[in-house]
């Protein structure tokens, strides 16, 4: 039988759907929920849950190592911004931070997750759990995009690569070949409402994997949300990668995208 998966819980649905699987492949789910991130309701859909603040680093461990977990995912959104508040870090978070060369977000991860792997806590992608919600390429929904949109689509998705390499943002958004707003730490919701001020109706989003995506963490995550901030902003098009994005609620988000005359499109 599998061993207990350790879920390293932030903002959003994705926690739910990592807690659902690993529990139908007969898993035992040890939650570690953030209070200033995490969905109360996650507690129902785990076995064990466990409510810390960002920066306890080593309680994470702690508790990790007395459910007997060998394995975790981190899944959600945990706040870059939090870097900047007051949030009260424990030995091992500053230890962690003062041996960054920088403090990118996939810095911080990547650092995180090297100190659980060295206390026997190997960490795995939410990927190899949520398989079947990963779209393929060409248009899901029923309106493809017109040429105007197809050429902004060719234009932000180089930007949007060069600015994800760069670990800014992973989104941008474009109209008529220009570029109205791109994504950094306010996150990729923000971005598209900001968008709006500009573009009105019309622009394209195009959101993208890191040239060279650590896939433990930071996966594109595309669902009825992002949908609804789309017609909020007047958004017409969300491009995105293949195969490499997660699609929350899949029938939700085309049934909305295909009612808004919103086009979706896996590249």
């Not at 795995?124 to 902004?152: F, H, N, V, W, Y």
Request: hydrophobic letters at 45%.
């Amino acid at each position: 039988m599998p061993g207990n998966l350790g879920l390293i819980a932030g903002w959003g649905e994705l926690p739910f759907l990592v807690a659902q699987a690993a529990r139908d492949q007969g898993r035992r789910v040890i939650a570690v929920a953030f209070s200033e991130e995490t969905n109360r309701g996650l507690a129902a859909q785990v076995d064990e849950i466990h409510w810390v603040s960002i920066g306890q680093v080593g309680r994470v461990i702690k508790l990790f190592k007395a459910a007997q977990v060998s394995q975790a995912v981190l899944a959600g959104v945990i706040g870059h911004r939090h870097l900047f508040s007051k949030i009260k870090l424990d030995w091992r978070a500053i230890s962690l931070l003062a041996k960054l060369k920088d403090k990118r977000a996939d810095s911080i991860l990547s650092a995180v997750a090297s100190t659980l792997e060295k206390e026997g806590i190997k960490v795995i992608s939410p990927l190899s759990l949520l398989k079947p919600i990963l779209p393929g390429r060409g248009p899901l929904t029923r309106r493809g995009p017109t040429r105007q949109e197809a050429r902004d689509i060719q234009f932000g998705y180089k930007i949007a690569k060069h600015i994800a390499g760069a670990d800014i943002g992973q989104t941008v958004v474009v109209k008529d070949q220009a570029i109205i707003a791109v994504e950094a730490m306010e996150g990729t919701d923000a971005c598209i409402l900001r968008s709006g001020e500009y573009a009105k109706t019309g622009a394209v989003v195009v959101k993208v994997n890191k040239p060279r995506q650590d896939l433990r963490f930071d996966t594109p995550v595309i669902g009825p949300g992002t949908i609804m901030v789309m017609k909020k902003s007047g958004a017409t098009v969300l491009a995105f990668d293949a195969n490499q994005t997660l699609f929350l609620q899949k029938e939700k988000t085309i049934s909305e995208a295909n009612r808004s005359r919103i086009s979706l499109v896996g590249l």
